[in-house]
């Protein structure tokens, strides 16, 4: 007999105008969460000092909780910055 | 701007940080991680996002430039409060003027013509060192031109200019971050030290050092391993020369070097003088408020502001006010005196005010000449001051230019102050800067004004160019039987005909001869029937110059053609070097060596070809043989493509079979390698099509029927139209090989290309180990062209496998009906002497320019197999059946 493990995955779509509070409602479901918590950032074509410094925070605390962090629908301009801060090695992607 | 900062010059920076305490290296990398996100961030704006901050910076610097400039004053004790001012203004308001227009984000820069695009790229976090003489309008600048690059910049201000300096980029990063800009982008490092310096300079995520201060700072900045912007210390000598004007030159020297008190590295430090002006010179100088120091004045001063150890400027003295040093040095002078003059017979270490001074202290030299002059102008550039500025006044353009020629500076003013000159955009239209580049001679790496642009890495969007070529054969063609009747179209006094015995005893000579105008002094010579060697061609040019020719007639095969166009270029251009002309290229547009275009006779060539296939009449080559060196010289270029072609079958109708078929596939070989060649186009390959057609249906009659008249002159016409493509589009890797072997066995060229053509075409129609660079071509399509010339020839196939097959067949076939041998070996050479010489043979196979066009580049291992193959006599088709059926 075959046991499948249950994984309960999140899915949240950040809005470019509030990614930091976004991030911050996110990590409240942190704990719900089990194995991975996809974020939406289809609708994010800019992103700022403040919202990558919550993206960091965000990602450490969903480590710390065993959670992978899945970036969904980012654009190559937001992905670049990711990069340059040396933040896409801590996250995954997703199209 | 570079400053003198005498104290700092004598300390070691020490390159590690080993002694930072952990607190300071984590306040250090969280100001390096700010800046890293703001720089990352900064990515994502627009052109027009950065535009609307820099404005609203220069515009907060234009503000707060007197409060800055105060500032600085107090807290440095150097230089002129009310000169500060203007330099704030100069660094907000005149930088921002030269920037504002300039594209900085995404395409920068556009070149259509070369197809070339330059888009910008920002460096990410720059590690910026500010100096105590120029402290906030170094700032203000820097800033500015971190924002219009989107970059993040961490400052390190001078220690004793730290509040004036912070200061300057609080204001300019809270403008910055209330329009936009992203947090982070400036930081200013607090109550640093030199090892922190140490450390910033060997993080990993700092793109760029800017260090704009002692040299010891600019060493350390350039010796850590990093990218860096490190300018250089100068000792700027000024010239006024007799034709000068005057007024103008002492004014703009007062000015100059009393603005902040002579803080700017680019002012004048000593003025040489021409003789004729010196008292008048220094008379205005006395009448606008300077102080003409007298020999012992001269020594005071001397000992007063030069430290006489070092030999360097007291840092006391620097930015004081000239009346401040007077009184220091003992010397009187009159209240409101500006300048300090002091007379010097000499530069160097006996003479101490030789140095840079940076307060109003001016040295000044009697010069009696312009030579004299300009050495002493030479020796002050090198004492101290190489790579930064001089200055020279004059009206004489001679002297301006070797002047310019002798100094060794990134900014030669003209008849403009030094120091306001260098700074760009007031006097000139130099680059508003406070940095100045002093090029290797300053151990820097640029001689600019150091601009937006140094703050950019510029990426170059190269397109690929479509690459001129051409189409170049005599501009007359006359060809079909009795073409030769048009020779008397052509006017002349004196005309020689170049032949050979054979030609003349079958009468051709008298053929051509009638057809010449009368009263046209006619000369007859003939040469042997061989390659031309250079005797025989300077022999000919003497009887050139001596029957003063106007007009050659080539009657011959390949070597007589080949002779009268190298004796009609030393003919034309005694001088040419036929072994310069003959050095080796890769393109003939971009060759070193340039054919000589001034000519000291002119003569028409009008060749007469007698055989049909070198195609020498319109191809712009000639071979020579320099029988002393046992080897061949072959000379390449348009020039040599003779004036007229007559190709008149009445002189190949006598030519026998073995010549018709090695000539035949010579011009076979010209049409299928110039077809494959990388410089094909559609202008030679119509020829060489075409004249692949004629020879695969005319060849073989013209040697079965030699009397053939149609034959015969569609094989002419054949081989000049081949020669038309091959004169174009070149010849391949057949031909390199055929040289080669030819010339070392003694082999007949046609007989010698006829062995390889099969395994040649093979060769190319498979899929390169190497491909060669080929700018005029679109992919390796060789293969596809063998097909099209098969589906030409209507040799059948489906795939192009096939189509190749059936052409190598076919050649195969086309080699059997003429009788040519079908492998090396047949020709009696022992498979051991031919091992023995294949090294030799690879190698001049290699050297040989004719594969430059193939269109695969052959390897060394793979020119010695093809030779096997040919030794060998493996029919191509076969073998690749074989392989073919062996997979299946």
């Known amino acids: 007999m075959v046991v499948l493990m249950a994984m309960i995955a999140v899915w949240l779509k950040i809005d470019e105008e509030r990614v930091v509070q976004a991030l911050h409602e996110a990590a409240e479901k942190l704990d719900s969460v089990e194995g991975e918590m996809a974020l939406d950032f289809s609708s994010v074509q800019r992103i700022d000092a403040g919202a990558l410094r919550g993206m960091e925070e965000f990602e450490t605390l969903a480590g710390d909780k065993g959670v992978k962090v899945v970036l969904r629908g980012v654009n190559v301009g937001v992905y670049k910055v990711l990069k340059l801060a040396k933040l896409t090695s801590r996250f995954s992607f997703a199209s | ?888």
């Open chain 2, 1 to 888: 701007m570079v400053t003198h900062e005498v104290v700092q010059e004598r300390v070691q920076i020490p390159l590690t940080a080993e002694s930072l305490s952990q607190e300071r290296i984590a306040y250090l990398e969280r100001l390096v991680s700010q800046a890293r996100t703001a720089a990352a961030v900064f990515t994502q704006f627009t052109q027009e996002d950065v535009d609307r901050i820099v404005k609203a910076m220069a515009l907060a610097g234009l503000d707060q430039a007197q409060h800055l400039a105060r500032l600085a004053v107090e807290e440095t004790k150097l230089g002129v409060m009310e000169d500060k001012v203007i330099k704030n203004m100069v660094a907000t308001e005149f930088v921002y003027n030269y920037i504002k227009d300039k594209r900085t984000v995404g395409v920068i820069r556009e070149f259509p013509e070369r197809n070339l695009v330059e888009v910008a790229e920002p460096i990410g976090v720059i590690f910026s060192i500010t100096p105590i003489t120029n402290p906030t309008s170094t700032v203000l600048f820097k800033c500015i031109m971190a924002i219009k690059t989107r970059n993040a910049v961490i400052f390190s201000p001078h220690p004793n200019a730290w509040r004036c300096c912070s200061e300057a980029v609080k204001i300019m990063y809270e403008t910055a971050i209330k329009h936009g800009a992203p947090e982070g982008v400036f930081a200013c490092l607090e109550s640093h030290t030199l090892l922190d310096n140490a450390y910033l300079m060997g993080h990993k995520d700092v793109g760029l050092i800017d260090a704009t201060g002692g040299p010891g700072a600019v060493k350390a900045a350039y010796s850590s391993g990093k990218p860096a912007l490190g300018v250089g210390p100068g000792n700027t000598p000024v010239y006024l020369e007799k034709t000068a004007d005057v007024n103008t030159a002492v004014t703009d020297i007062i000015l100059s070097k009393t603005f902040d008190n002579g803080t700017i590295c680019a002012s004048e430090q000593t003025a040489v003088i021409d003789d004729q002006i010196y008292d008048f010179v220094l008379k205005k100088f006395s009448e606008l408020g300077a102080h003409i120091c007298n020999e012992k004045e001269t020594r005071l001063l001397a000992r007063t502001v030069i430290d006489p150890e070092t030999g360097f400027m007291q840092p006391m003295a620097v930015g004081q006010k000239a009346a401040d040093i007077a009184r220091l040095a003992g010397i009187s002078v009159t209240a409101g005196t500006k300048l300090l003059i002091a007379p010097i017979d000499g530069v160097g270490r006996e003479h101490p005010l030789s140095v840079e001074k940076l307060f109003p202290v001016l040295a000044v030299y009697r010069a009696k000449s312009v030579d004299e002059a300009l050495k002493v102008c030479v020796d002050v550039n090198h004492a101290g001051g190489l790579g930064h500025t001089a200055v020279i006044f004059s009206r004489d353009d001679e002297v301006i230019r070797r002047f310019s020629e002798l100094m060794n500076a990134g900014r030669i003013l003209v008849n403009s102050p030094g120091s306001v000159g260098a700074v760009g955009g007031v006097y000139n239209d130099l680059a508003p800067t406070f940095s100045f580049g002093c090029g290797t001679g300053g151990g820097n790496s640029t001689t600019d004004n150091v601009n937006i642009y140094h703050y950019l890495n510029i990426k170059r969007v190269a397109r690929r160019t479509q690459a001129h070529m051409w189409f170049r054969v005599p501009n007359q063609i006359y060809f079909n039987l009795n073409a030769v009747e048009n020779v008397r179209q052509f006017p002349s006094l004196s005309t020689i005909i170049i032949t050979n015995p054979a030609l003349e005893k079958f009468g051709h000579v008298d053929v051509v001869r009638r057809y010449i105008p009368e009263g046209t002094h006619v000369h007859v010579s003939v040469i042997p029937d061989a390659e031309p060697e250079i005797k025989v061609v300077m022999q000919g040019v003497e009887a050139l110059n001596f029957y003063k020719a106007d007009q050659i007639i080539a009657l011959g095969g390949g070597s007589v053609i080949d002779a009268a166009k190298i004796m009609k270029l030393k003919y034309e251009s005694p001088d040419a070097d036929l072994e310069e002309l003959a050095a080796p290229f890769l393109d003939l547009r971009k060759r070193v060596v340039q054919y000589p275009t001034d000519k000291s006779n002119r003569v028409r060539l009008i060749a007469i070809p007698t055989t049909s296939g070198t195609g020498s009449e319109v191809t712009p080559f000639a071979v020579l043989t320099d029988k002393a060196r046992a080897r061949k010289v072959t000379l390449a270029d348009y020039s040599l493509t003779p004036d007229v072609a007559i190709v008149d079958p009445q002189f190949v109708m006598s030519m026998p079979k073995g010549l018709t078929a090695d000539t035949g596939i010579d011009c076979l070989t010209h049409a299928l390698e110039a077809a494959v060649s990388s410089y094909a186009s559609a202008y030679t390959d119509c020829n060489a099509m075409q004249a692949m057609r004629m020879a695969f249906k005319y060849l073989p009659i013209a040697y079965e029927n030699p009397r053939d008249e149609e034959a015969r002159l569609m094989m002419h016409n054949a081989a000049c139209i081949a020669a038309m493509a091959f004169a174009n589009a070149s010849v391949g890797v057949n031909h390199a090989l055929a040289h080669a072997f030819g010339a070392r066995f003694g082999v007949a060229h046609g007989r010698a290309n006829a062995l390889m053509l099969p395994h040649v075409i093979a060769y190319n129609a498979s899929v390169p180990t190497k491909f060669l660079p080929s700018p005029y071509q679109k992919g390796y399509i060789a293969h596809r062209k063998y097909a099209t010339i098969a589906d030409l020839l209507g040799l059948g196939g489906h795939t192009i496998d096939e189509k190749v097959k059936n052409l190598v067949v076919a050649t195969e076939q086309l080699l059997d009906q003429l009788g040519f041998p079908r492998s090396i070996a047949e020709l009696g050479i022992s498979k051991e002497e031919f091992e023995r010489a294949i090294p030799d043979l690879t190698k001049l196979a290699f050297d040989d320019p004719s594969w430059r066009s193939n269109p695969r580049m052959p390897l060394m291992s793979e020119l010695a197999d093809l030779f096997w193959k040919a030794y060998e006599g493996r029919r191509p088709a076969r073998v690749t059946a074989a392989i073919r059926n062996q997979n299946a």
